[in-house]
């Protein structure tokens, strides 16, 4: 039962509860929708995976210092899963709506000219994910939920 006092995981596991749970509210201000199935879903504010390898690497920091190697390898991960989150995987999310978009247009041609009625309702709703990245102000916050989530349970739990 060691897995349960250690900190580092167990602040970025719950930066990743917290930053997926309260895209739900911050979508709500934006939108004046409710959408549960945020909570399950990628991309969105604040990033979780920031959130989680700043925690990480934050909670790493507090337990073995700023000078540890374990602190240097956890830093180098939250930067290339940062980038990774408003690079690659957002791209992967543009082409994605270009690709959506045109399949759409596609169907409908298609649709006119065949039996496009006769066909399941799973079939037409069939889509790529386009919510997959992150704009880089989402990767900021969700970093700093994680910094300051950590900062606030060590406060709370070590001290």
Known sequence: ME???NFPLLASLTAIFFAQFVKVP?????TRKIDWSLILSTGGMPSSHSAAVTALATGVALDNG????LFAVSAVFAIITMFD???????AGEQA????KLVTDFN???????????QEEKEKQKKL?????HQP???????????LLTLFLHYLFIM
């Open 108 to 118: 409908t041609f298609v649709g006119e000219a065949k039996a496009w009625p006769q």
């Open 26 to 30: 911050i979508t709500y201000i934006a």
């Open 85 to 91: 989150a408003t690079g690659v995987r957002r791209h």
């Open 129 to 133: 994910k386009e919510l997959l990245g």
């Open 137 to 147: 102000i989402e990767v900021f916050f969700g970093g700093l939920t994680g910094i």
């Open 66 to 69: 700023l000078a540890s190697s």
């Open 97 to 100: 709506t270009v690709l959506n």
């Open 3 to 5: 897995i349960l006092l």
